[in-house]
């Protein structure tokens, strides 16, 4: 049983690191070895995204964030709450009409 966790626990980690990236071969390779020598068209050249060669060394996280609350995102709660408001307040002055 033990192992067999052992082995569970070596699977998860194997599966979450990221074990191989896209090919290293430059990218005209496999189109000659399939198209036999012709010319990769200039259309399909330019769906091909170049990293520049420091691109791995960069950090792409952000850490100045906009983290103030935004007006936009609690506006349909505060409504909810002031038409709360104004039901119990209009429901307490017809309570009091009626008596």
């Known amino acids: 049983m033990k192992s067999f966790l052992a082995a569970l626990v070596l699977f998860s980690f194997l599966s979450f690191v990221e074990l191989s990236d896209a090919r290293k071969e ?21 769906l091909f995204v170049e990293d520049p060669a420091g691109a791995g060394k960069l950090n792409h996280f952000v850490k100045d964030f906009d983290t103030r609350h935004s007006a936009i995102i609690y506006h349909s709660h505060a409504e909810k709450d002031r038409l709360k ?13 009626t008596q």
């Open 85 to 97: 408001e104004r039901k119990s307040t209009n429901a307490r002055d017809h309570d009091g009409d």
């Open 26 to 46: 430059p990218r005209e390779y496999y189109w000659k070895s399939m198209m036999k020598d012709e010319p990769m068209p200039e259309a399909i050249k330019e």
